[in-house]
């Protein structure tokens, strides 16, 4: 593969990733705007993140979840092996919309996990493939761009290699998506239909899950790019 070779190959998945890379940062900017204005919204009732998450969990009949703190800003995850509902300390004290709303989301996964959520299954069997496929895309990829004159005699089974590994890494952010957006509708749900919340405090929450939801959307939607941009090039070499 000569100069314009590596140039296809290389240099196309990077400028569509920093134009990705922007559109993120856009959408991160904002998610951390939101955050901090409906952080802001203290709660009327008192409750923090634990105390939500804690009753939210009993309210579905999960007693073996626990609800723990972490360390970190945006650290906030459910973890299905542990089965923990892991919460960053501005979540897990605090008495707010934002706080409300993260937890009841993350409790959202383990409702999720707790009724055998099949996308969720999904998203976690595709887990191991998804980090195997980020590392070969990476050797091919850079390997190309270093070796690209002494790779060009296998560079037509290389592609399909690059699609191969693409498309599993879309696939799992695709995957992501119903994930995500089943954990937060659960969420609003509960929380609405329980009271924890009043009109505006639910607002606040909704818009806050909102713009969390939109950086998987993004993500997915570089992924789908890339993996376009490559077919495109496989079918141009035929």
Known sequence: MQGEGMMTYYWGP???????????????????????????????????????????????????VKVIAVKGQLTDHYHPVHKTVNLSEAVYNKANAAAVAVAAHECGHAVQHARAYKPLNMRSKLVPIQNASGMILNVVVIGMAFLGGALGG??????????????????????????????????????????????DEYDGAK?????????????????????????????NRR
Do not use: C, H
């Open 14 to 64: 990077m400028i569509i990733g920093g134009v990705f890379m922007l559109i993120s940062w856009l959408v991160g900017s904002t998610l951390k705007r939101k955050f901090a204005k409906y952080s802001k919204l203290r709660m009327s009732n008192g409750m923090t993140g634990r105390e939500v998450a804690e009753r939210m969990l009993k309210d579905n009949g999960i007693y073996d």
């Open 154 to 199: 296998i560079a037509p089974f290389m592609i399909y290699v690059i699609i191969a590994a693409q498309a599993a890494i879309t696939l799992f952010a695709l995957v992501t998506l119903p994930v995500e957006f089943d954990a937060s509708k659960r969420a609003l749900q509960w929380i609405e239909a329980n009271g924890i919340v009043t009109t």
């Open 207 to 235: 818009d806050a899950l909102k713009w969390a939801a939109m950086t998987y959307v993004v993500a997915a939607l570089a992924a789908v790019a890339t993996l376009l941009y490559y077919i495109i090039i496989l079918l």
